[in-house]
């Protein structure tokens, strides 16, 4: 089975950026700020986690799903460009899942993932949608 790893960046209130490594394949990451892993607002806690392809009828697409993760369900890796807390007043397409991008920048001034959408179809594409093992690393 595979291994990818996310090395995260900081935890910010715009959100928690970092870079997915699998082989050969690199793109960015973005998750909501470490929030104690609270369901909706917190990135996952760091740690070695199965993820599994599957349907997800929110997005009514297959997508890769991570499993156990503590205290959460549903889990996704899925496309998204803003990543912040919305608590604080920034704007986010997440409720605790991990969006990809091929860029980092900005979207209105918030910090953002860019080109997602290509960076998920990328990284589905290069693991022919098998199950892999996720390591997630905070900064050191």
Known sequence: MEEATLYRGPS?????????VCKEFACFTGELPWRENRQTVSCIPAGVYRSVWGFS?????????????????????????LVGDVEKGFRSQLNGCIALGEKLGTIEGQKALL????????FEAFLGRQAFTLRVVDAG
């Open 12 to 20: 910010t209130d715009e959100g928690t950026f970092g870079r997915l």
């Open 57 to 81: 009828p929110r997005f009514k697409r297959y997508t890769y799903r991570i499993l156990g993760t503590p205290g959460r369900y549903g889990v996704l890796i899925h496309s998204a460009n």
């Open 115 to 122: 080109l997602s959408r290509p960076a998920v179809s990328k």
